[in-house]
Protein backbone atom coordinates (compact mmCIF):
# COMPACT_ATOMS: atom_id res chain seq x y z
CA UNK A 1 0.00 0.00 0.00
CA UNK A 2 1.53 3.51 -1.32
CA UNK A 3 1.70 6.14 1.68
CA UNK A 4 2.84 8.39 -1.25
CA UNK A 5 1.50 12.35 -0.49
CA UNK A 6 -0.96 13.37 -3.34
CA UNK A 7 0.35 16.32 -5.57
CA UNK A 8 -0.91 19.35 -7.12
CA UNK A 9 0.33 21.58 -8.77
CA UNK A 10 -0.50 25.65 -8.76
CA UNK A 11 0.27 28.71 -10.54
CA UNK A 12 0.98 32.06 -9.81
CA UNK A 13 1.70 35.24 -11.47
CA UNK A 14 3.57 38.37 -10.69
CA UNK A 15 2.42 40.81 -13.14
CA UNK A 16 4.44 43.76 -13.39
CA UNK A 17 3.68 47.39 -14.97
CA UNK A 18 5.95 50.36 -13.62
CA UNK A 19 6.17 54.16 -14.38
CA UNK A 20 8.95 57.15 -13.49
CA UNK A 21 7.22 57.03 -9.92
CA UNK A 22 6.50 53.31 -8.81
CA UNK A 23 6.61 49.89 -9.91
CA UNK A 24 3.56 48.09 -9.79
CA UNK A 25 2.49 44.31 -9.26
CA UNK A 26 -1.51 43.41 -9.75
CA UNK A 27 -3.00 42.04 -7.13
CA UNK A 28 -5.92 40.24 -5.86
CA UNK A 29 -7.92 41.52 -2.83
CA UNK A 30 -8.37 39.05 -0.32
CA UNK A 31 -10.98 38.36 2.74
CA UNK A 32 -10.05 40.73 5.98
CA UNK A 33 -8.12 43.08 3.93
CA UNK A 34 -5.17 40.86 2.69
CA UNK A 35 -3.73 40.77 -0.42
CA UNK A 36 -2.21 38.00 -2.92
CA UNK A 37 -1.54 37.23 -6.28
CA UNK A 38 -3.36 36.01 -9.28
CA UNK A 39 -3.53 32.16 -8.31
CA UNK A 40 -4.88 28.91 -9.50
CA UNK A 41 -4.59 25.17 -10.47
CA UNK A 42 -3.03 23.67 -13.23
CA UNK A 43 -5.66 22.04 -14.71
CA UNK A 44 -3.79 19.07 -17.56
CA UNK A 45 -7.62 18.13 -18.87
CA UNK A 46 -8.15 22.37 -19.84
CA UNK A 47 -4.56 23.96 -20.21
CA UNK A 48 -2.43 23.00 -22.73
CA UNK A 49 0.55 24.41 -21.35
CA UNK A 50 1.19 25.81 -18.14
CA UNK A 51 1.45 29.04 -19.49
CA UNK A 52 -1.69 28.90 -20.65
CA UNK A 53 -3.05 27.72 -17.79
CA UNK A 54 -1.78 31.05 -15.45
CA UNK A 55 -3.12 33.48 -18.24
CA UNK A 56 -6.64 31.86 -17.70
CA UNK A 57 -6.38 32.36 -13.89
CA UNK A 58 -5.00 35.96 -14.68
CA UNK A 59 -7.51 36.76 -16.88
CA UNK A 60 -10.51 35.01 -14.83
CA UNK A 61 -9.45 36.65 -11.43
CA UNK A 62 -8.34 40.17 -12.76
CA UNK A 63 -9.70 40.70 -16.22
CA UNK A 64 -6.37 41.67 -17.18
CA UNK A 65 -4.95 40.01 -20.24
CA UNK A 66 -0.54 39.35 -19.40
CA UNK A 67 1.51 40.18 -22.24
CA UNK A 68 5.19 39.20 -21.95
CA UNK A 69 5.29 36.33 -19.40
CA UNK A 70 8.53 34.02 -18.49
CA UNK A 71 8.89 31.19 -16.01
CA UNK A 72 9.60 32.24 -12.83
CA UNK A 73 10.99 29.74 -9.91
CA UNK A 74 8.95 26.94 -8.43
CA UNK A 75 8.09 26.49 -4.94
CA UNK A 76 7.67 23.51 -3.59
CA UNK A 77 8.96 24.02 0.46
CA UNK A 78 6.80 22.10 3.21
CA UNK A 79 4.73 24.11 5.50
CA UNK A 80 4.39 26.63 2.89
CA UNK A 81 1.22 25.34 1.05
CA UNK A 82 -1.12 27.88 -1.16
CA UNK A 83 -4.75 28.01 0.86
CA UNK A 84 -6.81 25.01 0.02
CA UNK A 85 -9.63 27.62 -0.70
CA UNK A 86 -7.11 28.61 -3.76
CA UNK A 87 -6.88 24.74 -5.09
CA UNK A 88 -10.69 23.60 -4.43
CA UNK A 89 -10.14 19.91 -5.52
CA UNK A 90 -6.79 19.60 -3.64
CA UNK A 91 -6.97 16.27 -1.29
CA UNK A 92 -6.48 17.80 1.99
CA UNK A 93 -2.89 16.14 2.78
CA UNK A 94 -2.09 17.25 -0.58
CA UNK A 95 1.24 18.62 -1.10
CA UNK A 96 1.02 21.71 -3.10
CA UNK A 97 3.68 22.87 -5.59
CA UNK A 98 3.69 26.62 -7.09
CA UNK A 99 5.42 27.56 -10.32
CA UNK A 100 5.53 31.46 -10.00
CA UNK A 101 5.48 33.27 -13.37
CA UNK A 102 7.01 36.65 -14.46
CA UNK A 103 4.76 38.95 -16.15
CA UNK A 104 5.32 42.48 -17.81
CA UNK A 105 2.92 44.95 -18.92
CA UNK A 106 3.27 48.58 -20.62
CA UNK A 107 0.14 49.91 -19.30
CA UNK A 108 -1.10 49.73 -15.85
CA UNK A 109 -5.14 49.20 -17.50
CA UNK A 110 -7.61 50.18 -14.81
CA UNK A 111 -9.44 46.81 -13.95
CA UNK A 112 -12.74 46.45 -13.49
CA UNK A 113 -14.65 47.05 -10.74
CA UNK A 114 -16.74 43.58 -11.27
CA UNK A 115 -12.85 41.90 -10.29
CA UNK A 116 -11.50 41.98 -6.53
CA UNK A 117 -8.01 43.35 -8.16
CA UNK A 118 -5.96 46.27 -7.96
CA UNK A 119 -2.27 47.29 -8.47
CA UNK A 120 -0.33 47.98 -5.75
CA UNK A 121 2.86 49.90 -5.46
CA UNK A 122 5.29 47.09 -4.49
CA UNK A 123 7.09 48.90 -1.79
CA UNK A 124 4.12 48.64 0.27
CA UNK A 125 5.10 45.47 0.40
CA UNK A 126 9.40 46.40 0.68
CA UNK A 127 9.88 49.82 1.97
CA UNK A 128 12.88 48.84 3.00
CA UNK A 129 13.71 48.13 -0.98
CA UNK A 130 13.17 51.70 -2.10
CA UNK A 131 16.78 53.36 -1.44
CA UNK A 132 15.77 56.83 -4.83
CA UNK A 133 16.26 58.91 -2.01
CA UNK A 134 18.73 57.28 0.88
CA UNK A 135 18.27 54.28 2.62
CA UNK A 136 14.72 54.42 4.17
CA UNK A 137 14.10 55.40 7.50
CA UNK A 138 12.58 51.64 8.61
CA UNK A 139 15.83 49.77 8.19
CA UNK A 140 18.03 52.02 10.64
CA UNK A 141 14.69 52.54 13.04
CA UNK A 142 13.63 49.14 12.29
CA UNK A 143 15.22 46.00 10.71
CA UNK A 144 18.82 47.08 11.85
CA UNK A 145 18.76 46.30 15.78
CA UNK A 146 15.99 44.09 15.31
CA UNK A 147 18.31 41.11 13.16
CA UNK A 148 21.53 42.45 15.08
CA UNK A 149 19.79 41.66 18.19
CA UNK A 150 18.77 38.43 16.23
CA UNK A 151 21.48 38.08 15.23
CA UNK A 152 23.35 38.55 18.50
CA UNK A 153 27.27 36.90 18.49
CA UNK A 154 26.29 34.36 16.22
CA UNK A 155 28.80 35.38 13.43
CA UNK A 156 27.48 33.85 10.41
CA UNK A 157 24.38 35.18 11.56
CA UNK A 158 25.89 38.68 11.83
CA UNK A 159 27.71 38.22 8.32
CA UNK A 160 24.35 37.36 6.69
CA UNK A 161 23.09 40.65 7.92
CA UNK A 162 26.09 42.64 6.95
CA UNK A 163 26.18 41.24 3.52
CA UNK A 164 21.82 41.38 2.64
CA UNK A 165 21.70 45.18 4.06
CA UNK A 166 24.69 46.48 3.35
CA UNK A 167 25.47 47.35 6.77
CA UNK A 168 29.19 48.43 7.97
CA UNK A 169 31.38 48.26 5.01
CA UNK A 170 29.61 45.71 3.08
CA UNK A 171 27.42 47.79 -0.38
CA UNK A 172 23.97 47.64 -0.93
CA UNK A 173 22.89 45.21 -3.77
CA UNK A 174 19.64 45.84 -5.06
CA UNK A 175 19.06 42.72 -6.15
CA UNK A 176 19.15 40.86 -3.11
CA UNK A 177 15.52 41.21 -2.90
CA UNK A 178 14.49 37.65 -2.33
CA UNK A 179 17.51 37.61 0.25
CA UNK A 180 16.39 39.92 2.80
CA UNK A 181 13.01 38.95 2.72
CA UNK A 182 14.32 34.89 3.52
CA UNK A 183 16.37 36.99 6.52
CA UNK A 184 13.70 39.06 7.81
CA UNK A 185 11.25 35.56 8.15
CA UNK A 186 13.81 33.79 9.64
CA UNK A 187 14.69 36.55 12.18
CA UNK A 188 10.96 36.12 12.93
CA UNK A 189 10.31 40.02 11.58
CA UNK A 190 8.02 39.19 8.67
CA UNK A 191 4.45 39.05 9.56
CA UNK A 192 4.31 35.76 7.83
CA UNK A 193 6.51 34.17 9.99
CA UNK A 194 4.60 35.58 12.91
CA UNK A 195 2.02 33.72 11.33
CA UNK A 196 3.53 30.52 10.38
CA UNK A 197 4.68 29.82 13.90
CA UNK A 198 7.76 32.10 14.30
CA UNK A 199 8.64 33.86 17.96
CA UNK A 200 11.01 36.66 17.99
CA UNK A 201 11.40 39.29 20.61
CA UNK A 202 10.74 42.46 18.46
CA UNK A 203 7.44 43.19 16.21
CA UNK A 204 7.01 42.50 12.49
CA UNK A 205 8.81 45.04 11.01
CA UNK A 206 6.99 47.54 8.23
CA UNK A 207 5.56 45.98 5.02
CA UNK A 208 2.31 45.25 4.38
CA UNK A 209 2.00 41.36 4.27
CA UNK A 210 0.21 38.54 1.73
CA UNK A 211 -1.37 35.27 2.22
CA UNK A 212 0.74 32.13 2.27
CA UNK A 213 4.01 32.29 0.42
CA UNK A 214 3.07 34.67 -2.04
CA UNK A 215 5.07 37.98 -0.35
CA UNK A 216 8.33 35.63 -1.23
CA UNK A 217 7.07 34.88 -5.00
CA UNK A 218 6.66 38.77 -5.02
CA UNK A 219 10.40 39.06 -3.57
CA UNK A 220 11.51 36.58 -6.11
CA UNK A 221 9.94 38.43 -9.08
CA UNK A 222 11.84 41.75 -8.37
CA UNK A 223 15.08 39.84 -7.69
CA UNK A 224 14.79 38.44 -11.05
CA UNK A 225 13.68 41.65 -13.09
CA UNK A 226 16.45 43.83 -11.01
CA UNK A 227 19.04 41.51 -12.46
CA UNK A 228 17.13 41.28 -15.30
CA UNK A 229 17.68 44.41 -16.58
CA UNK A 230 21.22 44.83 -16.24
CA UNK A 231 21.43 42.21 -19.00
CA UNK A 232 18.23 41.64 -21.05
CA UNK A 233 16.36 44.45 -22.89
CA UNK A 234 13.41 43.66 -20.60
CA UNK A 235 13.00 47.02 -19.71
CA UNK A 236 11.29 48.27 -22.94
CA UNK A 237 8.78 46.05 -22.40
CA UNK A 238 7.66 47.98 -19.95
CA UNK A 239 7.69 51.50 -21.39
CA UNK A 240 4.93 53.32 -23.85
CA UNK A 241 5.60 53.26 -27.94
CA UNK A 242 7.33 56.30 -26.83
CA UNK A 243 8.95 58.03 -23.98
CA UNK A 244 12.29 60.44 -23.42
CA UNK A 245 15.62 59.29 -21.87
CA UNK A 246 14.53 61.31 -18.65
CA UNK A 247 11.12 59.05 -18.76
CA UNK A 248 13.02 56.05 -19.16
CA UNK A 249 15.38 56.49 -16.91
CA UNK A 250 12.97 57.19 -13.77
CA UNK A 251 11.01 54.29 -14.92
CA UNK A 252 14.58 52.34 -14.22
CA UNK A 253 14.91 53.82 -10.99
CA UNK A 254 11.76 53.36 -9.87
CA UNK A 255 12.25 49.36 -10.81
CA UNK A 256 16.08 49.35 -9.29
CA UNK A 257 14.90 51.95 -6.29
CA UNK A 258 17.72 53.47 -6.94
CA UNK A 259 18.80 56.93 -8.74
CA UNK A 260 21.09 56.28 -11.49
CA UNK A 261 23.69 59.04 -12.79
CA UNK A 262 22.06 61.03 -15.74
CA UNK A 263 24.58 61.62 -18.09
CA UNK A 264 26.67 58.02 -17.73
CA UNK A 265 22.70 56.46 -18.29
CA UNK A 266 21.97 58.25 -21.50
CA UNK A 267 25.76 57.63 -22.93
CA UNK A 268 24.84 53.80 -22.14
CA UNK A 269 21.60 53.74 -23.65
CA UNK A 270 22.96 55.92 -26.76
CA UNK A 271 25.44 53.93 -27.80
CA UNK A 272 23.20 50.51 -27.15
CA UNK A 273 21.58 51.13 -30.46
CA UNK A 274 18.22 50.57 -28.69
CA UNK A 275 16.26 53.27 -29.24
CA UNK A 276 16.52 56.24 -31.96
CA UNK A 277 14.96 59.61 -31.91
CA UNK A 278 11.57 60.37 -33.47
CA UNK A 279 12.05 64.15 -33.88
CA UNK A 280 9.15 65.18 -31.82
CA UNK A 281 9.30 66.80 -28.83
CA UNK A 282 8.10 67.03 -25.30
CA UNK A 283 6.63 70.30 -24.28
CA UNK A 284 4.91 70.40 -21.48
CA UNK A 285 7.78 70.72 -19.12
CA UNK A 286 8.47 73.99 -18.75
CA UNK A 287 12.47 73.65 -19.80
CA UNK A 288 14.02 72.58 -22.61
CA UNK A 289 11.91 70.24 -24.61
CA UNK A 290 13.08 67.05 -24.73
CA UNK A 291 13.29 64.19 -27.51
CA UNK A 292 10.69 61.50 -27.74
CA UNK A 293 12.30 57.93 -28.63
CA UNK A 294 11.15 54.76 -29.24
CA UNK A 295 12.76 51.17 -28.91
CA UNK A 296 14.01 49.90 -32.18
CA UNK A 297 12.26 46.37 -31.52
CA UNK A 298 13.54 45.18 -34.69
CA UNK A 299 17.28 45.73 -33.38
CA UNK A 300 15.66 43.28 -30.69
CA UNK A 301 14.14 40.47 -33.06
CA UNK A 302 17.64 40.38 -35.04
CA UNK A 303 20.33 40.28 -32.51
CA UNK A 304 20.68 38.88 -28.69
CA UNK A 305 20.63 42.34 -27.55
CA UNK A 306 21.84 43.13 -23.72
CA UNK A 307 20.66 45.28 -21.09
CA UNK A 308 21.16 48.52 -20.21
CA UNK A 309 23.76 49.82 -17.72
CA UNK A 310 22.34 51.14 -14.45
CA UNK A 311 25.25 53.48 -13.07
CA UNK A 312 24.55 54.75 -9.49
CA UNK A 313 24.69 58.10 -8.67
CA UNK A 314 28.24 58.09 -6.02
CA UNK A 315 26.38 59.14 -3.07
CA UNK A 316 24.35 55.33 -4.07
CA UNK A 317 27.79 53.00 -4.08
Same mark, same amino acid.
Given at each position: ????????????????? *?? *????? /??????????????????????????????????? =????????????????????????????????????????????????????????? !????????????????????????? +?? #??????? /??????????????????? !??????????????????????????? @?????? !?????????????????? *????????? #????????????????????????????? =???????????????????? @??????????????????? +??????? /?????????????
Amino acid at each position: MSNSQPIMVGLSAVVVA *AD *ALSPF /ALVTRLREGRSGLPFGAFDPANHRTMEQGLRDWVH =TQTGFEPGYVEQLYTFADHGRELPKADMANAPDNARIISVGYLGLTPQRTEIDGAFD !AVWRDWYRFFPWEDHRNGPPLVIEE +EI #KPALYEW /ADDNLNRRERVKLAFGFED !ALWIEERVLERYELLYEAGLAAESVRD @GTSCNS !APVSGQSMISDHRRILAT *AISRLRGKI #KYRPVIFELTSDKFTLFELQQTVESLLGR =TLHKQNFRRSIEKSELVEGL @GEYETTTGGRPAEFFRCRR +ETLRKTI /ASGIATPHKKRDI
